[in-house]
């Protein structure tokens, strides 16, 4: 089983395990050793921090590669994912609804982005 598999059958179990006992988990975040990706909307705003009201430090557009070294839950119903773009250089968090990634939980299987 891929790394990435288990460690998301990891935070699986212990999300269940969580929301049986009533703790609240928002706010966590894991670290990996990188994984790559891909924007999958017309454009995404990578930011400073994981919410949607933080800086803007740069754009990514649909087909742009990347790579993600960092995911989060804040609590606003979105997972972030903290990525470097391969062309630009630039790094911060982008909302995990506007991008694959590869072995994640993104909006679509390559072929059909």
Do not use: K
């Amino acid at each position: 089983m891929r790394t990435r598999a288990r460690a998301a059958l990891s935070a699986l179990t212990l999300t269940a395990t969580l929301a049986g006992s009533g703790m609240a988990f928002a706010g966590t975040a894991h670290a990996d050793s990188g994984f790559s990706c891909r924007i999958t909307a017309s454009a995404a705003n990578i930011r400073s921090q994981d919410n949607a009201h933080s800086t803007i430090v740069g754009v990514g557009y649909s087909g742009d590669t990347c790579h993600e070294t960092n995911m989060a839950n804040p609590g606003d119903g979105y997972m972030w994912y903290y990525v470097t773009m391969d062309g630009s250089g630039v790094s911060g968090w982008v909302r995990g609804d506007l991008l694959w990634v590869d072995g994640g939980p993104g909006t679509c299987i390559p072929e059909s982005c």
